[in-house]
């Protein structure tokens, strides 16, 4: 297990881990299959284990780099359905293979989120041996990355600019900005440096000139972290985290929003479940916040509620009667027993085991196949149903956010042509 912040080289390691092995004789080849959440878990019951079991074929003989891998069990720790269990399950059925086409698992992510992902399952906390921290680069480290970097670019650097090379980096960045970068630092720093080399140089400049960096081409290069820093990879513990943003943003409580992301509320429907005791636990703790925290679950709760009375009837079946919904299932030998009894399907998930006895259904094997059907039938609608309801409700939250901002605009259209007529009076 590798963890650390973005940019410390965990990938890297993993595909250098991979080409050892592969000299080694451990492993039979070297290729690194890199995974994230999305590539192992499928939104059906079932597709799971198979989605996750072709990754693992896939990486046979290597490794499978399971990026972010604690996403696999924040759902999952705050009791909520999730899919993602089947996945660590089918991991779990092969890591203590061993040979030279056995997978070998690399899980990463951040330190604290990675300890809480390797406690969720004692199992799976027993067969990760190894454990990995990845610190943040130094700036005497980041400055013997930028000479190797430089060197396989076919750059130079003068003697002042490489005595300065530390002081620069010191004094043009902070811990906070050089851990968000780590290693990514130095190729925008080369790359800034480069440029202000191209635009230093005249047209008659000629040999080592056109690629020797001097001092003020990095003093330049590193005053752009600040004034315009780059794209960056997203920080993946926030993605995914819209919706939750945007319904605290209502009431002002944006700031909260990282908060509630990185714990693994992401969606809408996430916010259900939570108490006064968890929001504090998150660490929302003004009293004021916390109430307008409740007022958003009190809302979303209501929604919800709404959403499930209105769709109740709308996710009973698609069949057109009960025995065409029998002789789907091979069970139309027992079409009377349920015409008998009246069953349509706004009773059907709620029979019982023993009332299909008292049906007629006195066989041990035919009562539990048909009450398996019910069974089945009856998750599979309630996936149906809670996967619309969620859809609906952030259609809901994000039309309402959509005609918020469209009210803003037309307030602010409205107050600048008040100006525009004031100023002409």
Known sequence: MFTGNPGVGKTTVSRLVARLYKQLGVASKETVVEVQKGDLVAGFVNQTAAKTAKKI??????ILFVDEAYQ?????????SDFSGESIDEMMKVMNDAGRKATTFVFAGYKKEMD???QYNAGLESRIKYRF???DYTVKELVTIINIKMKAKGYKMDADAASRMEDIINSGTDQNLRSKYNGRLTDNLLQWASDEMNNRLSSAATGDELITLVTS???VAIKRFKTNQPPTKADPSLVGGEAVYNALSELQLQEYSPLFVRAGYRQIMDLL????????????TKAPDVRKCLAIVDQIESEHQQQLREMDAAFLDTSPDIASWLKMR?????????????IDFEVLGDLTYDDLKEMGISEVGARRKVNRAIEKWRDEKEIDKKRAIRSRLQQLHDSTVAHKSIV???DRLSQLKQQMSTKRM
């Not at 696999?72 to 909520?80: C, I, P, S």
């Not at 479940?273 to 929302?284: C, F, N, P, Q, Y």
């Open 217 to 219: 081409d990095f003093e």
């Open 133 to 135: 921290h990845f610190d």
């Open 72 to 80: 696999l069990t924040q759902a999952l720790q705050r009791g909520q």
């Open 273 to 284: 479940s939570l108490t006064e005791k968890d929001i504090r636990a998150l660490g929302v």
């Open 330 to 342: 091979a069970l139309g030998e027992f079409e009377k027993a349920f015409a008998k009894h009246r």
């Open 408 to 410: 803003d605009v037309a």
């Open 116 to 118: 809480e992902f390797v």
């Open 57 to 62: 074929k896939e990486a046979r003989g290597g």
